[in-house]
T-cell receptor, first 118, second 117 residues
C-alpha cells in the first residue's frame, strides 16, 4: 500500500518570503501521479500543482513549484513570494496509474498547516 | 470552472437516526464520485468510489451498510449515514470527476460537518 508522509505539521512564513513544504511517499509503483492540494479555512480542497512521475522536469504553476526526486521518493512544494491568501492546510497526495480493475484512489498525507504572517 | 456543491455544510443529528449528505456537480457530468472522511488534524481517507448507475466500491474497513452511497445520476451522489453514532461524527467531503479528465479533474465539495449527539 502507498503511504504519504508530511513531516511538518505546522509552518509559518513572512509575507513575500519563500517557504518549502516537504513530502515523502512510499510506493513500489513506477508510474504514478503526485499532487499538492490546498485546503483553506473554507475547507474546499483546491489543486495547487501536479506532477507525473514519468516527467523529469519539475512542475511549476506561477509562484508554486515542486522539487520532484523520484529516486528519493520526495515531492516538496515551494511557495515563492508568499501571500496572506496562501494561509491554509496543504496536503500532498499520491495516485498510482489506473489499471483495468484497479482503484482510482488519492492517498493523502496528514497535511501541513501553513500560516503566512503580515 | 468545475463546481461541486455539497449540502448540508453542517448537520447535527441524534444518535440512532440517519442523515443524508448530497453532492452535486453543477456544471459538468460527474461519471465518478468519491467520498472522503476527514478526522481533526488528519488526512482525508477515501471511503468509497461510485460510478453513475453502478454500486459503490468501498474501501477496506468501511461499513457498506452504515454508509450508503447512491450515484443515481451524472450530477448527484448521496451519502447516507444510517443509525448514526457519536463515533460517526466527522467531516465528510465529496469529490467528482468528469469523464475523460482522469487523473487531474477532481473537484471537491466544501464538506459536511456531521455531529452525532
Amino acid at each position: 500500500a502507498q503511504t504519504v508522509t508530511q513531516s511538518q505539521p505546522e509552518m509559518s512564513v513572512q509575507e513575500a518570503e519563500t517557504v518549502t513544504l516537504s513530502c515523502t511517499y512510499d510506493t513500489s509503483e513506477s508510474n504514478y501521479y503526485l499532487f499538492w492540494y490546498k485546503q483553506p479555512p473554507s475547507r474546499q480542497m483546491i489543486l495547487v500543482i501536479r506532477q507525473e512521475a514519468y516527467k523529469q522536469q519539475n512542475a511549476t504553476e506561477n509562484r508554486f513549484s515542486v522539487n520532484f526526486q523520484k529516486a528519493a521518493k520526495s515531492f516538496s512544494l515551494k511557495i515563492s513570494d508568499s501571500q496572506l491568501g496562501d494561509t491554509a492546510m496543504y496536503f500532498c497526495a499520491f495516485m498510482k496509474l489506473l489499471t483495468q480493475g484497479g482503484s482510482e484512489k488519492l492517498v493523502f498525507g496528514k497535511g501541513t498547516k501553513l500560516t503566512v504572517n503580515p | 470552472g468545475a463546481v461541486v456543491s455539497q449540502h448540508p455544510s453542517w448537520v447535527i443529528c441524534k444518535s440512532g437516526t440517519s442523515v443524508k449528505i448530497e453532492c452535486r456537480s453543477l456544471d459538468f457530468q460527474a461519471t465518478t464520485m468519491f467520498w472522503y472522511r476527514q478526522f481533526p488534524k488528519q488526512s482525508l481517507m477515501l471511503m468509497a468510489t461510485s460510478n453513475e448507475g453502478s454500486k459503490a466500491t468501498y474501501e477496506q474497513g468501511v461499513e457498506k451498510d452504515k454508509f450508503l452511497i447512491n450515484h443515481a445520476s451524472l450530477t448527484l451522489s448521496t451519502l447516507t449515514v444510517t443509525s448514526a453514532h457519536p463515533e460517526d461524527s466527522s467531516f465528510y467531503i465529496c469529490s467528482a470527476r468528469a469523464y475523460g479528465l482522469y487523473p487531474y479533474g477532481y473537484t471537491f465539495g466544501s464538506g459536511t460537518r456531521l455531529t452525532v449527539v
